[in-house]
């Protein structure tokens, strides 16, 4: 327990390291249009909504190392995860200010389950499953963690939970501490706090923040329209997990198309090295 803890300590060091939060960057400089974030969420307390969520998070991934399923920091697939997140990171101020405060984690658990999930607060966990079945490129994995990390950005979760349709984090942590078939169990756990009550608009923003924090850290963003054919082409024998939370289709796709350019001049500007 105390190593578990001390491992995750040695985890957001690193981080901490890795991604320093920049400047925020010069209004007027592009990017994706998003509304105001919903109202309704200010009824939740953010910091209590993010210590449960950072509470779920060190349970969910000490789970996931009693089961020997986390991968560990030397991990190839672990570092190069973070290093693809980290680079989107410095970026994420622009949507939440809050974000400077959050001690984000980012973890692999080895599963077959395609998902991967961003708790309040920074808490990111890709499942091996959605790499591995995909044969995701790196703008590809840029675009889903990018599109989890906006989920939090934009507290899509303390809005639903100030609508009333999360209810009871503390007893979906407890049951990962309890429950028998772990590892599955964690990943439908992740869905069910974290995407599988988000609306429609909600996974809009999503796709198109996640979309600018890729390109402004010179990840493709038109690797989203390629992705999500593979997502609907993958669908059609058992649909993956994170598809049932992330309606895929036609409609999707254009959302991608038709918004690439507000964002590919800022991928352009930062492949040249910004
Ligand atoms: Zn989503």
Same mark, same amino acid.
């Given at each position: 327990m105390n190593m578990m803890r001390g491992i995750a300590a040695t985890m957001v060091v690193a981080l901490a390291l890795a991604a320093p939060v920049s400047a925020r960057e010069p209004d007027g400089d592009g990017g994706v249009k998003v509304g105001r974030? /919903?109202?309704? @969420?200010?009824?939740? /307390?953010e910091e209590g909504l993010e210590q449960q969520a950072g509470l779920q998070y060190d349970a969910l991934t000490r789970k996931a190392y009693q089961q020997q399923a986390l991968l560990g920091e030397n991990h190839p697939t672990t570092q190069r995860v973070r290093k693809i997140a980290g680079e989107l990171l410095p970026h994420a101020t622009k949507f939440n200010? @809050?974000? *400077?405060t959050w001690k984000w984690e980012i973890n692999v658990i080895n599963s077959p389950t395609v998902n991967a999930f961003c708790m309040p607060g920074g808490k990111i966990v890709v499942f091996t499953g959605i790499i591995d079945k995909l044969k995701m490129s790196d703008d590809e994995i840029a675009l889903v963690v990018g599109h989890e990390i906006a989920h939090a950005l934009r507290e899509h979760s303390r809005a639903r939970a100030a609508k009333g349709t999360i209810t009871n984090v503390g007893a979906i942590a407890v049951s990962i501490l309890t429950g028998s078939n772990a590892v599955g169990q964690l990943a439908s756990v992740g869905g069910d706090l974290l995407? @599988? *009550?988000?609306s429609r608009n909600d996974e809009t923003e999503a796709d198109l923040v996640g979309m600018e924090l890729a390109a402004r850290a010179a990840y493709d963003p038109r690797a989203g329209v390629g992705l999500w054919e593979k997502m609907s082409t993958f669908s059609k024998g058992a649909p993956p997990q994170w598809l049932s939370t992330h309606p895929s289709g036609a409609a999707r796709i254009q959302t991608f198309k038709d918004n690439i350019k507000d964002v590919i001049g800022l991928y352009e500007k930062a492949k040249n090295g910004g």
């Open positions: 974030m /919903s109202i309704l @969420r200010n009824l939740v /307390s200010e @809050r974000a *400077k995407g @599988r *009550k988000f």
